[in-house]
């Protein structure tokens, strides 16, 4: 069970539903760095259906202090499932939404993941458009697993730096598994795997239109632009999804 904490000033009377065995916080606010590290985790149908199949990767996100809904699925899950409305939260918003608040404090922000190329153009545009915050980067070797001695050095380019947040960028469920692994060695207060943002962030891949987004069809823009990567998702994972939130009503 997800450790969801009301006296936490990150939450206003958070809105949380079950999703199978994960506790969904539909409403997550960030509204300053908190005094004990947390973990904040994204869900999707296809995280949630990978995760039925990989107990290492479900382990991490029901131990993620905060699990955010990023996915339209989600959004229609918490509607058909316990007839509450809520909006997605993409792991871009989440980070849009943590920048507009470091900026004000002037705090720390560390991405680790992606490539160096990636990460220079966020730190180019953290220092445009956000000039108060501090940023440091780290880009590791491209590999299924990461020996343990990259993994130190991972640990300790973010515990030199101590930033306020550190994002992770390594995608689905392969960084989940490494904060989930990691996090006690990394001196941080907040902890957050948003894979796809970092690209979005730097301009090296493109959101869908907001009029898509509004409406709930992000995934047909991301869909368009990558169909190679991204069909399997939606032709596969997606219909998985539907089929075990048919099983979660009927056991309601």
Request: glycine content about 6%; charged content about 20%; overall charge positive.
């Amino acid at each position: 069970m997800q450790k969801t904490n009301i006296n936490d000033p990150s939450f206003n009377k958070p809105v949380i539903f079950q999703l199978g065995k994960f506790t969904v916080t539909a409403n997550y606010q960030f509204y300053s760095v908190p005094k004990q590290q947390i973990i904040i985790d994204t869900i999707n149908p296809y995280s949630y259906v990978i995760s039925c199949t990989d107990l290492e990767f479900k382990q991490a996100l029901m131990h993620s202090d905060i699990l955010i809904p990023d996915g339209t699925g989600i959004v229609l899950a918490a509607r058909y499932l316990h007839g509450i409305k809520i909006k997605k939260i993409a792991g871009a918003d989440l980070h849009l939404m943590i920048l507009q608040q470091l900026e004000k404090t002037s705090g720390s922000i560390f991405y680790l993941g992606a490539t160096n190329q990636i990460l220079s153009l966020i730190q180019k545009r953290i220092h445009a458009e956000y000039p108060h915050i501090q940023v440091e980067k780290y880009s590791p070797p491209y590999c299924e697993v990461f020996s343990k001695e990259e993994t130190n050095k991972m640990i300790t380019a973010v515990n030199v730096f101590h930033p306020d947040v550190l994002f992770v960028g390594m995608t689905a469920p392969k960084q989940e598994k490494w904060i989930a692994a990691n996090h006690t060695q990394l001196n941080t207060q907040v902890i957050s795997g948003i894979g796809a943002a970092f690209g979005f962030f730097a301009g090296t891949t493109h959101r869908a239109p907001q009029w898509m987004i509004n409406r709930g069809l992000e995934w047909l823009g991301r869909l368009i632009r990558e169909p190679k990567r991204l069909w399997k998702r939606n032709f596969i994972y997606t219909p998985k999804f539907l089929y075990y939130l048919l099983l979660m009503k009927f056991k309601k």
